[in-house]
């Protein structure tokens, strides 16, 4: 639960000094979620092969190995023996880890700043 308390403390510094830069007013929340993801998918890329992957960013991790496992299912050739070859590169290990993590952290922004945006208004 510390991670998750992590990224949410980031994206709300990000959506804070947006915030007082008056800039992006109804959408400080989905633009400090959305760096929060790129911050954690990075670091995830980075840090991969080595397992404290999932330490710094284990929503995205599995979303991420969801998304590689389906791909390699649905559109590769599960089959082969070099399967990880037979998807395209953005959805290969490590890099699935990074476009995960946009999504969902923007996922979970885009959702808060929904609720926030029609409570205020």
Avoid: K
């Amino acid at each position: 639960m510390s991670l998750i308390a992590v990224h949410a403390l980031f994206a709300w510094g990000i959506a804070r000094l947006l915030r007082r830069l008056h800039t992006c007013s109804r959408a400080e929340i989905l633009v400090g979620c959305l760096c929060s993801g790129l911050v954690a998918g990075f670091l995830a890329v980075l840090i991969w092969p080595a397992d404290s992957v999932v330490l710094v960013n284990l929503p995205g991790v599995l979303l991420g190995d969801l998304i590689y496992n389906s791909s390699i299912r649905l559109i590769g050739d599960p089959s082969s023996p070099q399967a990880h070859f037979t998807i395209p590169w953005f959805l290969r290990v490590p890099q699935v880890h990074l476009l995960a993590s946009i999504l969902l952290w923007g996922l979970v922004g885009g959702v808060l700043q929904l609720v926030v945006n029609r409570r205020n208004h």
